[in-house]
């Protein structure tokens, strides 16, 4: 499991960035960057999607270590 989250991790490291046009000259403050991330379609799409990845990785690694928890348990009686 360790290997699967590892390589997803260097998978998501080795992507080109994925940039829109325009310029960012706008964004002096934290205010005016949240309005962009949130007011983009872009940057709305690339966060569901990282949520999403943070989900799928969770619940992997917690579907494995209750696999691991119950053949453990199996051995053991």
Known sequence: MKQL???SLLAVATTPALAHPGEHDHLT???S???HLLGSPFHQLM???AIGGLVLIFSLVRQARKAKKQQAAG???
Request: hydrophobic residues 55%; without cysteine.
């Open 75 to 77: 051995r053991a009686s």
């Open 5 to 7: 989250v590892m390589t």
């Open 29 to 31: 403050g934290l205010e």
């Open 33 to 35: 960057a949240g309005e």
């Open 47 to 49: 966060f569901v999607a």
